[in-house]
């Protein structure tokens, strides 16, 4: 018998479809579109324009980036180097957040696209804090990838944020879930929803009240996906609990495969199918996100077989395209 374990991930720049065909599948409900990164090629990404943006060209919820400042203040922005994106220079936990709010987060948007900002006009790094406020009522995605935060010191931040909303938005726990590529983040936030529970059961509230939702980790992710596609085992939970899964609908791999006299090593390219799908939902509560959507094709897969949202670069792009599929 066979185990997967995905090693070395690798950007695939052509993809293939899986034999079994989900074109027979009766038509679903359209995904939800989410904007990655606040939508990355219509406007500077992670920040309040590109936000405003996304929700004014029809997207339903939004994906953001999150790292931690200086003074532990979870802030939006994604590479490791502020000079990737922006005029500064350093890593964003070099700076406050008051003083990444003064960073250009335009200047390579701008470069990129010859745009010539108005004469004062300014848009900064804003906090995740700020975010919320601004947008009282939006589904957020909350994606970690602070290279150098110390997963307590995150997980605690964002709890402090997430369980007290302000009057005039809706609840922040409610609306909105946290995804990493690092297992040690989501782990940190595990440990504080149990010491939460603990807490609510002493005093008589809910037990799973001011809970932080997570995504289950990618790795445990794609190597149920591996596992499915490649040696058609289906070993997920069927106690129909919450559960949140995110990864690209198509991704190429190397797969280690595990016999008893030694392994064995090959390229593979992951993609969902139907199999895979039926067996995800097995879970009558599971709930699917396709990374990279980002062409009419993939966005009509993602539909057919039934996700439940698809991230995309462009709303203004996709504003079209679900329209044209409707």
């Given at each position: 018998?066979?185990?997967?374990?995905?090693?070395?991930?690798?950007?695939?720049?052509?993809?293939?479809?899986?034999?079994?065909?989900?074109?027979?599948?009766?038509?679903?409900?359209?995904?939800?579109?989410?904007?990655?990164?606040?939508?990355?090629?219509?406007?500077?990404?992670?920040?309040?324009?590109?936000?405003?943006?996304?929700?004014?060209?029809?997207?339903?919820?939004?994906?953001?980036?999150?790292?931690?400042?200086?003074?532990?203040?979870?802030?939006?922005?994604?590479?490791?180097?502020?000079?990737?994106?922006?005029?500064?220079?350093?890593?964003?936990?070099?700076?406050?957040?008051?003083?990444?709010?003064?960073?250009?987060?335009?200047?390579?948007?701008?470069?990129?696209?010859?745009?010539?900002?108005?004469?004062?006009?300014?848009?900064?790094?804003?906090?995740?804090?700020?975010?919320?406020?601004?947008?009282?009522?939006?589904?957020?995605?909350?994606?970690?990838?602070?290279?150098?935060?110390?997963?307590?010191?995150?997980?605690?931040?964002?709890?402090?944020?997430?369980?007290?909303?302000?009057?005039?938005?809706?609840?922040?726990?409610?609306?909105?879930?946290?995804?990493?590529?690092?297992?040690?983040?989501?782990?940190?936030?595990?440990?504080?929803?149990?010491?939460?529970?603990?807490?609510?059961?002493?005093?008589?509230?809910?037990?799973?009240?001011?809970?932080?939702?997570?995504?289950?980790?990618?790795?445990?992710?794609?190597?149920?996906?591996?596992?499915?596609?490649?040696?058609?085992?289906?070993?997920?939970?069927?106690?129909?609990?919450?559960?949140?899964?995110?990864?690209?609908?198509?991704?190429?791999?190397?797969?280690?495969?595990?016999?008893?006299?030694?392994?064995?090593?090959?390229?593979?390219?992951?993609?969902?199918?139907?199999?895979?799908?039926?067996?995800?939902?097995?879970?009558?509560?599971?709930?699917?996100?396709?990374?990279?959507?980002?062409?009419?094709?993939?966005?009509?897969?993602?539909?057919?077989?039934?996700?439940?949202?698809?991230?995309?670069?462009?709303?203004?792009?996709?504003?079209?395209?679900v329209h044209g599929n409707k």
């Amino acid at each position: 018998m066979r185990n997967y374990i995905m090693a070395t991930l690798l950007l695939s720049a052509s993809f293939v479809t899986n034999a079994n065909s989900a074109s027979s599948m009766a038509p679903q409900q359209a995904p939800q579109i989410i904007a990655h990164r606040g939508g990355t090629a219509d406007a500077p990404e992670n920040t309040i324009p590109a936000i405003k943006k996304a929700l004014a060209n029809g997207a339903d919820a939004i994906w953001i980036t999150l790292q931690l400042s200086k003074d532990n203040i979870p802030v939006l922005y994604r590479p490791v180097y502020l000079n990737e994106l922006t005029d500064k220079s350093g890593k964003v936990s070099d700076y406050t957040a008051q003083q990444l709010a003064q960073v250009d987060a335009s200047f390579n948007y701008n470069k990129k696209h010859n745009i010539q900002p108005k004469s004062g006009s300014h848009i900064g790094i804003p906090t995740l804090d700020e975010v919320l406020k601004t947008f009282p009522t939006t589904t957020f995605y909350l994606d970690i990838k602070s290279p150098d935060a110390d997963p307590e010191k995150f997980a605690k931040a964002l709890q402090t944020i997430l369980k007290t909303t302000p009057k005039g938005e809706d609840n922040r726990l409610a609306r909105t879930r946290v995804y990493s590529t690092e297992d040690r983040y989501l782990d940190a936030l595990g440990v504080l929803n149990k010491k939460q529970k603990k807490q609510n059961v002493l005093n008589g509230k809910n037990e799973a009240a001011d809970e932080i939702q997570r995504f289950e980790s990618r790795a445990f992710t794609r190597t149920q996906l591996a596992n499915i596609t490649m040696d058609h085992k289906c070993n997920l939970p069927t106690d129909n609990e919450e559960r949140w899964y995110g990864l690209e609908l198509h991704r190429k791999v190397e797969v280690v495969e595990k016999y008893t006299s030694g392994e064995g090593r090959s390229n593979a390219i992951l993609s969902w199918d139907k199999e895979a799908v039926d067996c995800f939902r097995k879970n009558a509560n599971a709930h699917i996100i396709f990374f990279g959507i980002n062409t009419p094709e993939d966005y009509q897969k993602a539909k057919e077989l039934g996700a439940n949202g698809v991230m995309v670069d462009s709303p203004a792009m996709f504003k079209k395209i679900v329209h044209g599929n409707k």
